[in-house]
């Protein structure tokens, strides 16, 4: 029997970050692409919903909230995934829980990478690349699609494939998000530029609050344009810094929208400067050009996979580090001039010269 004409309806358990659920879409993807009649589901955390409504590569979302106890997670989800007699799992973390959810929900075929001693809950382990931390990470999840093609199709095309990171998102969101603009005082005449002036998960990502300042200053007198702050509910103190350290005053939507709206009004806006977080890579995927600022973590495993995006970094004897807080002078982001960033994003809003 043809192990695919068995597979009609799969799971992927979805990333626990807004970065990686990003650099999985080409994952899913080649998955589509791979399995045209199979109902393709995601199983994920609610707010990855926010990123994933408007997905033309994915039949449903199954989302939900975790809890304090990991076990108990599992116990609950299996039962929801149970009903649903789902043929494969494939997981793109490295959980033990998920691992666990996907065999108690009794999931014939349940395929990942065998870390952290969950390979007995496996079906179908897949070993670590040895590549895994000098590849960017579109490849490690990529990997696991092309085993799964391998397996269960018994060819070998999603490595050779052209990859698509692109992500849609609708009319109807769009102009929901100029509307939220409109009404927070955005001058929609202007070039909207956005500023992603935090990071939830490492202070040593962020440029400086005096850095971003200076840059939204001179971005609205250089160039007479509509500055936003971006981020959410956890960057409220950093953005608040950098409103009061401007000169010019920029408009603060920081945590005053959830994930949805977010990436809508990043598709309608004309440029996104950040550190390294996780709208940096939901802005170029939706089509808007991106310049992020790396310091401490890895560009080359880690950068937006996309042509929309420009990484801004100085190379210094102790990055990328990956440390949350900088033990010394915080050197790889202190010394990234102003000046250098603003005439990259000039650069990047200048008219594309036809040939």
């Known amino acids: 029997m043809n192990p695919k004409k068995s597979i009609n309806s799969i799971v992927v358990r979805g990333t626990n970050w807004v970065g990686d659920s990003i650099m999985a879409i080409p994952a899913l993807r080649e998955l589509s692409r ?8 995601l199983h994920t955390r609610k707010w990855a919903e926010g990123i994933f409504r408007d997905a033309d590569f994915l039949d449903r979302i199954v989302t939900f909230d975790p809890g304090k106890w990991k076990i108990k997670d599992a116990l609950g989800q299996s039962e929801i995934l149970r009903d649903q007699r789902f043929d494969l799992a494939i997981l793109l973390p490295n959980s033990f829980e998920s691992a666990l959810t996907a065999r108690l929900a009794g999931i014939p075929r349940r395929i990942g990478y065998n870390k952290d001693l969950r390979g007995l809950l496996l079906t179908d382990p897949i070993a670590m690349p ?3 931390n000098k590849r960017h990470e579109v490849y490690y999840f990529l990997n696991l699609i092309a085993e799964v093609e391998k397996r269960f199709v018994g060819t070998n095309t999603v490595l050779s494939s052209e990859l698509d990171s692109m992500l849609q998102i609708s009319d109807e969101r769009k102009a929901e998000a100029r509307h939220i603009l409109k009404a927070a005082g955005v001058d929609p005449i202007k070039k909207i ?8 998960n490492s202070r ?11 840059l939204n ?11 936003i702050l971006v981020g959410s509910g956890g960057e409220t103190d950093v953005a608040a810094e950098v409103r009061r350290l401007s000169t010019t005053t920029p408009i603060d939507i920081t945590g005053k929208t959830g994930l949805a709206e977010a990436a809508a009004i ?13 709208l940096a890579h939901i802005a170029p995927a939706v089509g808007t050009k991106t ?15 996309s042509d929309n995006a420009v990484v801004i970094r100085h190379d210094v004897e102790c990055s990328p580090c990956m440390l949350r807080d900088c033990p010394i002078d915080h050197r790889c982001m202190t010394r990234m001039p102003v000046e250098e960033v603003f005439n990259i994003c000039r650069e990047l809003l200048a008219p594309e010269q036809s040939e």
Do not use: C, H
């Open 266 to 278: 990043l598709s309608v806006v004309d440029l996104l400067v950040s550190n390294d977080m996780g």
């Open 204 to 214: 040593a990502k962020r440029w400086g609050a005096g850095s971003y300042a200076k």
């Open 193 to 200: 530029i956005a500023l992603g002036t935090g990071s939830t």
């Open 130 to 132: 040895e590549w895994k």
């Open 291 to 305: 310049a992020v600022i790396f310091g401490p973590t890895n560009s080359v495993t880690t950068r937006p996979f």
């Open 34 to 41: 791979i399995f045209p009649e199979a109902e393709i589901v």
């Open 217 to 227: 200053d001179m971005l609205q007198n250089e160039l007479q344009a509509s500055v």
